[in-house]
């Protein structure tokens, strides 16, 4: 069973960057798809980012519309860990951002068999 702690959240002002981190372990993240997703107060939790298996063809990346531009999405597989480096970030970016992971990259949250516990955003203006 794959377990994943997010790490690097925290409280910057608009503007400003910062790069989260997930740490997997019980499988290497190069063999799962891997998500990013967040959840505001009050709202049901939304995809973020997402990043295929690594096949022949090598690994795909996906944004939503909201942070296109802006986040990527990226592997280190010798430290198995997945990264979102988040620049320019807005006030609408506030939320907890938690890591997932399957065997397919998708947008959708069912699709995902393995979550972290989540790391805290906060975004001044």
């Known amino acids: 069973q794959v377990q994943l702690v997010e790490s690097g959240g925290g409280l910057v002002q608009a503007g400003d960057s910062l790069r989260l981190s997930c740490a997997a372990s019980g499988r290497t993240v190069s063999r799962n798809a891997m998500g990013w997703f967040r959840q505001a107060p009050g709202k049901e939790r939304e995809f973020v980012a997402g990043?295929?298996?690594?096949?022949?063809?090598?690994?795909?990346?996906y944004y939503a519309d909201s942070v296109k531009g802006r986040f990527t999405i990226s592997r280190d597989n010798t430290k198995n860990t997945v990264y979102l480096q988040m620049n320019s970030l807005k006030p609408e970016d506030t939320a907890v951002y938690f890591c997932?992971?399957?065997?397919?990259?998708?947008?959708?949250?069912?699709?995902?068999?393995?979550w972290g516990q989540g790391t805290q955003v906060t975004v001044s203006s």
């Open positions: 990043i295929s298996t690594i096949t022949w063809s090598g690994a795909r990346t």
């Open positions: 997932a992971g399957g065997d397919r990259a998708t947008m959708l949250r069912d699709d995902y068999d393995y």
